[in-house]
Nanobody, 115 residues
Framework: QVQFVESGGGLVQPGGSLRVSCAPSGSVFSKWSRAWYRQAPGKQRVVVAT???????DYADSVKGRFTISTDSSKNTLYLQMNDLNSEDTAVYYC?????????WGKGTQVTVSS
């Protein structure tokens, strides 16, 4: 059973930066688009950034210009570089395919932006 494993979250001050990573526990079809999602307390999980197999990127308006999605050369590990963080970015961050596959959801990584 393949799952994505997220890491790199933590506590960061407003205006700070953080990079989170995600890798599958097994083989994932490389031709699928992948995405970062986040779920803030009391809110639904939403997509924040998407990358296609060809490298095309798309971002939610709330993170555009601040977040960058990327993969390593093998396209196995997915990254999300987050800059100029603010309190509204506080959430659990998950990765998955886009559209997401239910069986691939991992536990996520908590990102907390607070002074």
């Amino acid at each position: 059973q393949v799952q994505f494993v997220e890491s790199g979250g933590g506590l960061v001050q407003p205006g700070g930066s953080l990079r989170v990573s995600c890798a599958p526990s097994g083989s994932v079809f490389s031709k699928w688009s992948r995405a970062w999602y986040r779920q803030a307390p009391g809110k639904q999980r939403v997509v924040v950034a998407t990358i296609t197999p060809d490298g095309a990127q798309d971002y939610a308006d709330s993170v555009k210009g601040r977040f960058t999605i990327s993969t390593d050369s093998s396209k196995n590990t997915l990254y999300l570089q987050m800059n100029d963080l603010n309190s509204e970015d506080t959430a659990v961050y998950y990765c998955n395919t886009q559209p997401p596959r239910m069986e691939y959801w991992g536990k996520g990584t908590q990102v907390t932006v607070s002074s």
